[in-house]
């Protein structure tokens, strides 16, 4: 996948509370914890996933695009 095909935006959904946020995503790193605005729940990656967009979001984190989609490697 070219770098021009990454998606840079994705829509959090809280599992506690269905709240929805559309971040921006960093491109070269994953982020390990995101705070609900609404709630105040903090969402870690579940077991196997990198970060909280590969976990909540609605499109997985700019490393995970770039290595092929859910499943691949991009954090270690």
């Known amino acids: 996948m070219a770098n021009t095909d990454i998606i840079p935006r994705s829509t959090i959904t809280c599992p506690e509370c269905g709240h929805e946020r559309t ?12 705070e609900c605005p609404n709630c ?14 590969c976990s909540y979001g609605d499109v997985p984190c700019p490393p995970i695009q770039e290595a092929g989609g859910k499943g691949a490697s991009c954090c270690g």
């Open 40 to 53: 105040g729940v903090v969402l870690r990656p579940k077991e196997g996933d990198c970060c909280v967009f």
């Open 23 to 34: 971040e921006t995503m960093p491109t070269d790193s994953c982020r390990w914890f995101w």
